[in-house]
T-cell receptor, first 113, second 114 residues
Framework: AQTVTQSQPEMSVQEAETVTLSCTYDTSESDYYLFWYKQPPSRQMILVIRQEAYKQQNATENRFSVNFQKAAKSFSLKISDSQLGDAAMYFCAYIPGTYKYIFGTGTRLKVLA | KAGVTQTPRYLIKTRGQQVTLSCSPISGHRSVSWYQQTPGQGLQFLFEYFSETQRNKGNFPGRFSGRQFSNSRSEMNVSTLELGDSALYLC?????????????FGPGTRLTVL
């Protein structure tokens, strides 16, 4: 079965520090996408960053970057220079190419001033 | 460009009733997906529609059904409501040309079953 695991239900980080959220997935596919979505307290989910499985280079979007380890089926999100606005639920999603997103259970990130 | 809209935003029903939720995608988007979000379970995929056709569905009982209209608007219906159906129901739209398109989410409908 294709599953996504986020083993950290909650994490905290000091403002301006760096934090890494972990995500692992189980698949036998070779071609797929991985996304990180952010859900702020207002509830509207927004895309943070995406990674194509066929690309070896890790994706980066400003302060957000990923560490994609295809063999280990690991896809962690690093947030640098954390800001108060980064506080949210973060969901990792695996997209196998069947018009279906498979989400993890989420990690609640708290940013401490 | 207007975002994904969902109506109603909040709904309270009793066990045994049925409910219909509505989703209007971003203009030009032809794919609509539905998810159930509960604490500790994350987002569970319900189904996805593209051009009025269901292309995939999740592992939910037949009480959960959906449809999509020619203008891409979508509705989700839950019959014979159970207490466990209480959740935030999210709708997401995308262009839909392939599986890897970014999905844009609506604010959700909070359903409470008493």
């Amino acid at each position: 079965a294709q599953t996504v695991t986020q083993s950290q239900p909650e994490m905290s980080v000091q403002e301006a520090e760096t934090v890494t959220l972990s995500c692992t997935y189980d698949t036998s596919e070779s071609d797929y996408y991985l996304f990180w979505y952010k859900q702020p307290p207002s509830r509207q989910m927004i895309l943070v960053i995406r990674q194509e499985a066929y690309k070896q280079q890790n994706a980066t979007e400003n302060r957000f970057s990923v560490n994609f380890q295809k063999a280990a089926k690991s896809f962690s999100l690093k947030i640098s220079d954390s800001q108060l606005g980064d506080a949210a639920m973060y969901f990792c999603a695996y997209i196998p190419g069947t018009y279906k997103y498979i989400f993890g259970t989420g990690t609640r990130l708290k940013v401490l001033a | 460009k207007a975002g994904v809209t969902q109506t109603p935003r909040y709904l309270i029903k009793t066990r045994g009733q049925q409910v219909t939720l509505s989703c209007s995608p971003i203009s030009g988007h032809r794919s609509v997906s539905w998810y159930q979000q509960t604490p500790g379970q994350g987002l569970q995929f319900l189904f996805e529609y593209f051009s009025e056709t269901q292309r995939n569905k999740g592992n939910f009982p037949g009480r959960f059904s959906g449809r999509q209209f020619s203008n891409s608007r979508s509705e989700m219906n839950v019959s014979t409501l159970e207490l466990g159906d209480s959740a935030l129901y999210l709708c997401a739209s995308s262009w839909g040309g392939d599986s890897y398109n970014e999905q844009f989410f609506g604010p959700g409908t909070r359903l409470t079953v008493l």
